[in-house]
């Protein structure tokens, strides 16, 4: 029987960004199932948003970024253009290509890479829709289904059920229950995953 992990994410977190080739290779290695919920920052569980954090953390947040970019060895603009941005419309596309079977997170790190390495505007619609046609999918199809009302009622009860669950910040990782924020605690992620 799989394991299974509800990954929590959202689609303007540098951090879910640097995260994924990491996870990717636990979802390979583990033969993982992954629920994918992309969501955003939960205020109501003490999730604060970058831009209304004092200017120290705001500072000291590019300071990580910085350093975890080059430890991961990844392209990241400290400060891309389009950031901070309204993640709603990729949150959309990727439940929209989850619902078809398609490669859901795929296509979530490639709108994260166009907006922090590539520096795009991910809320316009032709951004998004190049995006997941150099996947190979069809972004015109993708990107009609962001406003079918059962995809936008998916993306309120994906914020909804991470309130639920606890989460607060992304990414988050689900396994047996327990959390794991942040992409630097993957490695217990898979420890856990790993045992018996």
């Keep these: 029987m799989k394991k299974t992990v509800t ?8 951090w879910a960004y640097l995260g994924w080739p ?17 969501t955003r920052i939960v205020p109501d569980n003490g999730g604060v948003p970058l831009r209304s954090r004092p200017q120290p953390r705001q500072d000291y947040h590019a300071v990580e970024l910085d350093r975890w970019r080059k430890r991961l060895d990844m392209p990241l603009v ?13 949150a ?23 907006l922090w390495s590539e520096e795009q505007d991910v809320t316009a619609p032709e951004v998004r829709i190049a995006v997941a046609d150099r996947l190979g999918l069809d972004g015109r199809r993708l990107q009609a289904m962001e406003e079918d009302p059962e995809i936008v009622q998916a993306w309120h009860d994906s914020h909804e059920e991470a309130k639920r669950r606890g989460v607060f910040g992304t990414p988050t990782w689900i396994y047996k229950d327990v959390l794991y924020w942040g992409q630097d605690r993957l490695s217990f992620l898979d420890e856990a995953l790993s045992e018996g």
């Design 7 to 14: 990954y929590y994410h959202a689609l303007s977190s540098p």
């Design 22 to 38: 990491q996870f990717k290779a636990l979802i390979e290695k583990h033969d993982l199932e992954v629920v994918v919920r992309p």
């Design 78 to 90: 400290l400060k891309p253009k389009h950031y901070p941005t309204n993640n709603e419309f990729s």
């Design 92 to 114: 959309r596309m990727v439940i929209a290509a989850d619902r078809l079977g398609l490669p859901a997170l795929e296509l979530s790190h490639a709108l994260l890479r166009a």
